[in-house]
């Protein structure tokens, strides 16, 4: 789920915020035409699925959404919503531009044989949702009752937009890759069936930066046995998103989509390979990172991590509070009697606090040198430490742990209010390997520890009634 979690997110947050005010607190539109309620919904929902298509085709619908609104508002507070709605829109939208140019020589690569058609699925997935929208039109145009479509219809017209516009992106920049002078680094890299790997040494030789890219020739260069970096040209920004060709000897490759995810590995100049790590020097304790009381804990004492409750709570009731509201204004909308919007309210809001409970106020993770046990969204684990186990932390807020067979993932968002005791994840990693350096030195060892899966609390049962109660009163 963590696509969810990316800055794009931004754009659904903030039209869940404005529908909430727009129907629930302002009134909806001023025009009491059925179509315009729906339409209106259509515009705010659009530029949140088309966000993860295309940036700047979302931030013009959400503009040309808040254009709509600005007539139909009861009072100003709906243009206000709906306008600052197209502003985090247009925010997020200006994180594509274009970086400065590297300090580096520039050229243009060599001329490719033939410059391929990309960015084929989006392309026909953009036409087929055009058509479906058409069809929509169509529908609503012959039968009243598929009015409620509309915001449906809406939608998938904005979001063939966002399609279409992300294909002709990428089959621009494609072309623009082999017309402008591009960035050239010298770089070491493998070639194999349907793309290529590549790695950018540092300055200083000790790092590379590390990637791929899809290109067009399908043959593999060398046996799957004998894989190897050859000396190589880069043209192009290599960062994630852009367009990179590649220059092998006499051979050029052309990519078929940008380049992926970017990370830096450590470099072995000799070899112009990835250095290897020993386990044991990648598991070092970072002693700043230890918090005084892990460092002065004793081997057998158990210690727990779990998200600092304020944190927790107020996640889960946002995440309950705005599932039943989003969905009884939707009932709302769709004319529904009063006791099944009640009942949708009731539904949704007992879903979102059972994500909430699974994802926040449950996972927890208890430890000492016999071991670990961990209770996840779903499962419960109990694991001694191994010599192959090991610990790290993405710098997304999770910390995976491999002990025994198991792989646990551990949530550790920033700690919130700065007085909690929760550890950030720099210091649950420090202090889960400190237990186990140490466990690995001691013989014998006690069983991992016990931990019982919670029960949900009165409170969490408390906080649904409350929601539903307070869902009901706004929606109507």
């Known amino acids: 789920m963590r696509w969810l979690m990316r800055v794009d997110t931004s754009v659904p947050a903030a039209g869940v915020v404005t529908f909430l005010l ?45 254009v709509l609104w600005t007539p139909l508002a009861i009072n100003p507070g709906t243009v206000f919503a709906t306008w600052g709605y197209a502003v985090v829109a247009i925010l997020l939208s200006r994180l594509d531009k274009p970086p400065a140019p590297l300090p580096v020589p520039h050229r243009k690569p060599p001329s490719p044989y033939a410059v391929p058609h990309v ?21 609503v145009a012959v039968d009243d009752a598929a009015v409620p479509w509309l915001a ?15 294909a002709m992106r990428h089959q621009a920049a494609l072309r623009r890759l082999f017309l402008t002078p591009q960035p050239v680094h010298a770089v070491r890299a493998v070639e194999q069936e349907g793309y290529v790997h590549v790695l950018l040494p540092s300055e200083d030789g000790r790092t590379a930066l590390e990637f791929a890219f899809d290109v067009a020739e399908p043959e593999p260069r060398h046996d799957e046995d004998d894989v190897h970096t050859e000396a190589a040209v880069l043209y192009g920004d290599p960062r994630p998103g852009s367009w990179c060709a590649l220059e092998v000897g006499d051979r050029l490759h052309v990519p078929v989509g940008p380049v992926g995810e970017i990370i830096e590995v450590p470099y072995d100049v000799v070899e112009g390979l990835p250095r290897e790590i020993e386990d044991d020097e990648e598991q070092l304790v970072d002693p700043e990172s230890l918090r005084p009381a892990d460092r002065d804990a004793d081997a057998f004492q158990a210690r727990e991590h779990r998200i600092s409750p304020q944190r927790a709570w107020i996640a889960t009731i946002a995440i309950g509070l705005g599932a039943a509201l989003a969905l009884g204004e939707v009932a709302h909308l769709a004319g529904l009697p009063r006791d099944v919007m009640i009942a949708v309210a009731g539904v949704a809001a007992a879903a979102g606090y059972e994500f909430g ?24 684990n109990r694991e001694p430490w191994a010599t192959d186990s090991a610990i790290v932390h993405d710098d997304e807020g999770m910390v995976v742990l491999t002990a025994g067979e198991a792989v ?5 968002p920033a700690p919130w209010p700065s007085r909690s005791h929760q550890r950030t994840a720099d210091q649950l990693v420090a202090a889960l390997r400190d237990t186990r350096i140490r466990a690995l030195s001691m013989s014998p060892l006690p069983p991992p520890p016990m931990l019982d899966v919670p029960r949900r609390p009165l409170l969490l049962f408390v906080a649904w009634a409350a929601t539903v109660a307070a869902t009901t009163l706004i929606v109507n």
């Open 152 to 166: 449906a219809t809406v939608s998938a017209f904005g979001l063939g937009c966002a399609l279409l516009a992300r």
């Open 357 to 380: 409970w699974r994802s926040q106020l449950r996972p927890r993770l208890r430890w000492h040198a016999g071991g670990v046990a961990a209770i996840g969204f779903r499962d419960r």
């Open 408 to 412: 646990l993932t551990v949530p550790v």
């Open 119 to 139: 960015a084929a699925p989006a392309e026909v997935a953009g036409f087929s949702l055009l058509v479906g929208a058409a069809a929509g039109v169509a529908w």
């Open 22 to 66: 727009v129907f629930g607190l302002f009134g909806g539109p001023s025009d009491p035409a059925p179509a315009a309620r729906w339409v209106g919904l259509g515009v705010l929902l659009a530029p949140a699925l088309m966000v993860y298509a295309h940036r700047g085709a979302a931030a013009w619908a959400a503009v040309l959404g808040a």
